[in-house]
């Protein structure tokens, strides 16, 4: 062998072995800080979370199960990690045996996830967990049949006597839920309420875990913040009149003729509770939100999240007053051959938008409930089309994140009847294709966001961001 | 990450690419061992083009060039058309574990476990391909044991295509790093890329030369029935010589209520007189809605041939469950002996010793097992 080769082949095992040394270099922690499961100890009193459920997930499913069943490449989809596990097994039909629910309430013996656990003879695979033996012990197994026979109630969580919130218990707020986001006078409850007459502001509500736990009364310690906001010059900016509130069911003794709410307004980086009590702005809390109600959406003081809009003939009387977002003649490729006019080179299309500030900023949620924009299609001087979309939320239409589609009567600009006599409305207008073409509009394909493409003077949908530069020197002019 | 010598204290990720460095610079150039001591790809041996499963004539025919085979004149070929096969594996376990610290002032107790002593059949699996044409595939790949019976693999294979490409649809496992035997080894586990664990979907790849490129598109959803739009993409390429290979692997899957995982890794193995190494290092993220915890998984193989029929395999493993936890980590090793006693059974007995953090007895225990492997 010449030198070279020599050397060659000494630097390539050389490298061979730097990498096993740092393949073998590494060692178990010792553990130091870390409970059983490997999790940093608590130092502060854990929530006092109490019920069967509680302990599989502590004893089975995070000690035995989420070093596979986790996150979303999880065995068979079954993430059974803290907070999602519940969710992923009541009810829920098993991926092996459809037939069977992986927990049936009542019924262990049609709960394919007890038998699972148990290595029964009919079951598809092999018993769990994956990494025995040791399976579960019989104890465990036990614990798991009393839940379901119990009718696998979910974790429930012990009522502390008085919650007292303080400022830190707001402070990761925005990290919670988001469970609504709307805009305009979505609620009849609001009146002039968090500037619901104002187009400009929009609303998000978050709920901590707690309070999404609740099935019927709120327990103590659940939490609400609702933020008003408007957009200048691309910056958020929240209301004066209560731009960050919130509402803590604080219980015991406390606003006992109100349910034990507490009412707190904030500053909006959350720097300092600026006013707290039963009785904030005058009881006008108290008062308006006693009507959440069976009757008027909603329970306990909370009204219904997330909102619903259901337009009426109303919105659409002065859309031509609104905020005009786009103009076209020009043909556009992605109209095909068929809609709003796009089959004709002679077509104008304009939109309007009913509030202007209506920002999808947020994946999950997009554009806020309530959002209104209309379409009229012009042809030789004469308006031959009037459609509109709104966001109606509620659970009004899940598969298309809850758009609304309606066809408008050019003369009256009321909703077109159809034969029946019915409005030309709904979430599968036009068999579908509303809802269908629309999709096409998200940030994958980059044609807009949120079912709504973009149009060049939508501040928040725009293919660029130089109409928030337009939009600045327009402020200051 | 806890590392013995201080100057290696290194950020998982650092060492990951450090690795991947050292790989690359060198131009070094399943069980995946036997492909890497060969210098073949694992469609050289395998039905399916990305390993494990049902023999090709050739994968058949390997062990009869290094092993007698007594009187038999099996052939799992039952025509032109029809080619069976198979795999049992049945063991005996014993399992020893550590008794479990307690820790002062933790919110869970630890919990001892009983040593166990168990006869098991681990895995039973039988294979059918249908050659409607040289290059037309039916794959059926069923799990017969333990307890029910299980579809791991059905698929369409269409080989052969232009460039040497091909198609896979149907239910398969995803293209994604060294495809061991041992799914309890932490890359095979915690990636979740094992096989117990097949998706639904559509698979390409092309084997160009000394490449091997597979990318599948899936539900994402390991089996089970799709809910939500997205898809999972699984990619894996290797490069391989005679006395090396070189591969990295890609998975991005999205699921509904904000959760999303990432994984990828660098792999390699490497021949060198009688041994054949093998390393492969994971990164896992994993995000559940504003949280992320990242992973990370190790595996280091040395294979020493001891003689055609006896292979001695001895194995590192690390796995840092949550990157953001300190002193959580857990290692495996294991040193097993591998002997065919002809060439459609093997007799394999081991030991694998597990270490993690004192308060928990499960995550450290000894495991001896002595197995009987038939195949064909």
């Known amino acids: ?38 999790q940093p100890l608590v130092e502060d009193t854990p929530e006092p979370v109490i019920g069967l459920f509680v302990q599989i997930q502590d004893d089975i499913f995070t000690a ?74 019989d104890s465990q197994i036990q614990l798991v049949i009393d839940w379901v026979n119990d009718g696998a109630p979910p974790p429930q969580v012990a009522t502390p006597a008085e919650f007292v919130a303080e400022l830190s218990d707001f402070s990761a707020y925005g990290s919670w839920s988001a469970i609504d986001y709307s805009i305009g006078a979505t609620n009849n409850a609001l009146g002039g309420a968090h500037q619901a007459q104002d187009d400009n ?57 109100n349910s034990g709410w507490e009412w707190f307004e904030l500053n909006p980086d959350v720097s300092e509770i600026v006013g707290r009590g039963g009785n904030l702005m005058d009881d006008g809390c108290n008062t308006c939100h006693s009507l959440a109600n ?21 919105d659409f009387a002065d859309f031509r007053s609104w905020s005009e977002i786009e103009e076209r003649s020009d043909q556009n490729p992605l109209l095909g051959g068929m809609a709003h006019g796009g089959d004709n080179p002679d077509s104008t299309r304009r939109i309007f938008k009913k509030q202007l500030y209506a920002n999808p900023d947020s994946m999950e949620q997009g554009y806020p409930i309530g959002t209104i924009l209309v379409k009229e299609v012009e042809q030789e001087g004469v308006i031959v089309e009037i459609t509109a979309m709104v966001k109606r939320g509620g659970d009004f239409s899940p598969d298309h994140q809850d758009w609304e589609w309606f066809m408008l009567d050019p003369d009256s600009l009321e909703i077109m009847l159809d034969d029946n006599g019915d409005e030309t409305r709904g979430a599968n207008l036009m068999d579908g294709m509303c809802a269908s073409c629309h999709s096409q509009a998200n940030p994958d394909s980059g044609y807009g966001k949120d079912y709504v493409f973009h149009h060049e003077n939508d501040p928040f949908n725009f293919a660029d961001m130089a109409i928030f530069t337009r939009l600045k020197a327009t402020t200051n002019n | 990450m806890n590392i013995h010598i ?57 062990p009869q060039t290094l092993l007698p085979a007594g009187k038999s004149t099996f052939s799992p070929k039952l025509n032109d058309h029809l080619l069976i096969g198979g795999n049992i594996r049945s063991r005996y376990g014993y399992t020893r574990f550590d008794e479990a610290d307690a820790v002062e002032g933790a919110s869970t107790e630890p919990v001892d476990f ?17 050659q409607f044409t040289p290059d037309l595939l039916f794959y059926l790949d069923q799990q017969v044991a333990p307890e029910g019976g299980r579809t791991r693999e059905a698929a369409v294979i269409w080989k052969n295509l232009s460039g040497g490409s091909y198609i896979k649809a149907g239910k398969f496992f995803l293209p994604y790093g060294l495809r061991l035997e041992d799914d309890g080894a932490f890359i095979r586990e915690v990636t979740g890329f094992n096989f117990d664990n097949s998706d639904i979907g559509l698979e390409v790849g092309i084997e160009p030369g000394d490449f091997s490129f597979s990318l599948g598109v899936t539900n994402g959803t390991q089996g089970s029935g799709e809910n939500n739009k997205d898809k999972q993409f699984s ?142």
């Open chain 1, 1 to 38: 062998m010449h030198n070279i080769e020599k050397i060659r082949a000494v630097l390539i095992y050389a490298r061979i072995c730097v990498i096993a040394f740092i393949l073998i270099g590494c060692k178990a922690g010792d553990g130091k800080g870390l409970d059983a499961n490997g």
């Open chain 1, 64 to 137: 035995r199960c989420i070093a596979c069943h986790i996150g979303a490449q999880a065995p068979q989809g079954l993430d059974l990690s803290e907070g999602n596990a519940y969710g992923n097994i009541v009810g829920v039909a098993s991926n092996q045996q459809p037939t069977l629910n992986l927990i049936e309430p009542d019924e262990p013996e049609l709960s394919y996830l007890v038998k699972k656990i148990r290595g029964d003879e009919d079951i598809s695979g092999g018993q769990m967990p994956l990494s025995g033996p040791p399976f579960l012990d």
């Open chain 1, 201 to 257: 502001y929009s609303r998000r509500v978050y709920a901590n875990a707690l309070a999404l736990t609740a099935t019927d009364s709120y327990p103590n310690g659940s939490i609400f913040v609702k933020e008003v906001t408007s957009w200048q010059n691309g910056e958020r900016e929240f209301s004066a009149a209560g731009g960050l509130l919130a509402m803590v069911k604080r219980g015991g003794e406390f606003n006992p003729g």
């Open chain 1, 294 to 314: 069976s009757q008027s959406g909603g329970r306990d003081y909370v009204f219904e999240h997330p909102s619903e809009y259901q337009a009426d003939n109303s």
């Open chain 2, 6 to 62: 201080t100057a290696l204290a290194l950020r998982p990720k650092v060492a990951i690419w450090l690795i991947f460095a050292c790989l690359l610079s060198s131009q070094l150039a399943a069980e995946p061992y036997f492909a890497v001591r060969e210098g073949l790809k694992c469609s050289a041996c395998h039905t399916n083009i990305t390993g494990g499963g049902q023999r090709t004539d050739f994968g058949f025919v390997y």
């Open chain 2, 114 to 130: 009983d040593n166990t002593s168990s006869f098991e059949v681990t895995n039973g699996t039988l294979y059918i391909g249908a």
């Open chain 2, 235 to 376: 990619f894996v390429g290797s490069y391989i010589q005679r006395s090396y290979r070189l591969g990295v692997s890609y998975s991005t899957n999205e699921a509904p209520n904000r959760q999303k995982s990432t994984s990828y890794n660098v792999f390699a193995g490497v021949n060198w007189q009688n041994f054949t190494l093998l390393g492969e290092v994971d990164w896992i993220e994993n995000e559940n809605g504003d949280q992320q915890t990242d992973m990370i998984a190790t595996l280091f193989e040395v294979n020493y041939l001891v003689n055609k029929k006896t292979n001695l395999k001895f194995t590192y493993e690390y796995l840092d469950p949550d990157d953001d936890i300190d002193e959580n980590e857990r290692v495996r090793g294991s040193v097993v002996g591998e002997y065919f006693l002809n060439r459609f059974s093997q007799l394999r007995t081991g030991i694998r010793v597990y270490d993690a953090i004192p308060q928990n007895s499960l995550w450290n225990q000894d495991r001896f097992f002595l197995e009987l492997h038939l195949f064909y």
